[in-house]
């Protein structure tokens, strides 16, 4: 078997191991469909693609793309992070609530009323 033919086989394989996880595969299962094969960058970006139109969710992937976003965590404005810090010093001054009061609260809540005084 040429390799071609092998890779269109490992992503039948990897359409069906998704089809019987409803939709979903992790990176690990999506290299067992392409046993004894080293893929190439090519390779890998056609199967993200092939996943994509097939509408595969890749459970641990995260994509990178850096040609006009960010990657990592958004940085905060000076203003922002003073806002924060106030926000995270009023919560330091909410009571919490009993365990009493945790449970009277989520039965409350369970029965479809929202507020506390209803």
């Known amino acids: ?7 269109l086989r490992g992503l039948s394989a990897l359409r069906e191991k998704a ?20 893929l190439s960058k090519d390779q890998i970006r056609e199967i993200y693609r092939y ?5 595969i969710f890749i459970e641990d992937y995260k994509p990178r793309d850096t040609r006009s976003v960010p990657v990592g965590e958004p940085k905060l404005t000076g203003e922002e992070k003073a806002t924060f810090k106030m926000y995270l010093k ?7 609530l009993s365990e009493e009061e945790a ?7 369970a029965a479809g009323k929202m507020y506390w005084n209803a």
């Open 90 to 96: 009023d919560l330091e001054n909410v009571r919490r």
């Open 19 to 38: 089809g019987q996880n409803f939709g979903h595969i992790t990176i690990p299962q999506i290299l067992a469909c392409f046993p004894d094969q080293t």
């Open 1 to 7: 078997m040429d390799k071609k033919e092998q890779f």
């Open 51 to 55: 996943a994509e139109e097939e509408k």
């Open 103 to 109: 449970d009277a609260l989520g039965e409350r809540l």
